[in-house]
T-cell receptor
Framework: QKEVEQDPGPLSVPEGAIVSLNCTYS??????FMWYRQYSRKGPELLMY????GNKEDGRFTAQVDKSSKYISLFIRDSQPSDSATYLC???????????FGTGTSLTVIP | GAVVSQHPSRVICKSGTSVKIECRSL??????MFWYRQFPKQSLMLMAT?????????EQGVEKDKFLINHASLTLSTLTVTSAHPEDSSFYIC?????????????FGEGSWLTVV
């Protein structure tokens, strides 16, 4: 079993839709959770990070962590064509430790 | 703005030559940097973990003599692809760990496209 599982998609939604991106993991020691956005032919860009369980909101983006279910989510409200990218989840157990990435979900927002 | 800079963004080299890619942390000291390779529409593949002042730790299957990594300072790590072959053509990305920032996060460079002809 992989450390981190992420549905690769592709996911296609109309502009304005709410997008839900998800990852599951197997290692209960993971405490740090991150979401990255990667545009085609570019390096990943950090969107949000959370520590332990709970929600975090930043503009149209909300990150949720459910450690009891080993499940993390990224919600995008009022999705825009500029949100079209690949979204990667990442996590780690301790500071400076190894980072484990999902395979990424490809999202297309249709105008 | 970008906190990790990678250079060059694109490079074309001839088979048999070597090419160096630089990764710099711009406003923090990165004791640990990571190098990845990414094929089109595929996920990141970790190649090696680079710790300042010590030898890099390579992932299984990555040739350390072919992909030379040097992390001589807290703000600079380099990847040198030696005796490059067309199959080395790929997108190479670095990332750096900033222990001084909230959360346990790593920041990526913009990536470098290598084409070996």
């Amino acid at each position: 079993q992989k450390e981190v599982e992420q549905d690769p998609g592709p996911l296609s939604v109309p502009e304005g839709a709410i997008v839900s991106l998800n990852c599951t993991y197997s290692n209960s020691a993971f405490q740090y959770f991150m979401w990255y956005r990667q545009y085609s032919r570019k390096g990943p860009e950090l969107l949000m990070y959370t520590y332990s369980s709970g929600n975090k909101e930043d503009g149209r983006f909300t990150a949720q962590v459910d450690k009891s279910s080993k499940y993390i989510s990224l919600f995008i409200r009022d999705s825009q064509p500029s949100d079209s990218a690949t979204y990667l989840c990442a996590m780690s157990a301790n500071t400076g430790n190894q980072f484990y990435f999902g395979t990424g979900t490809s999202l297309t927002v249709i105008p | 703005g970008a906190v990790v800079s990678q250079h060059p963004s694109r490079v074309i080299c001839k088979s048999g030559t070597s090419v160096k890619i630089e990764c710099r942390s711009l406003d923090f000291q990165a004791t640990t940097m990571f190098w990845y390779r990414q094929f089109p529409k595929q996920s990141l593949m970790l190649m090696a973990t680079s710790n300042e002042g010590s030898k890099a730790t390579y992932e299984q299957g990555v040739e350390k003599d072919k992909f030379l990594i040097n992390h001589a300072s807290l703000t600079l790590s380099t990847l040198t692809v030696t005796s490059a072959h067309p199959e080395d053509s790929s997108f190479y990305i670095c990332s750096a760990w900033d222990r001084g920032r909230p959360g346990n996060t790593i920041y990526f460079g913009e990536g470098s496209w290598l084409t070996v002809v």
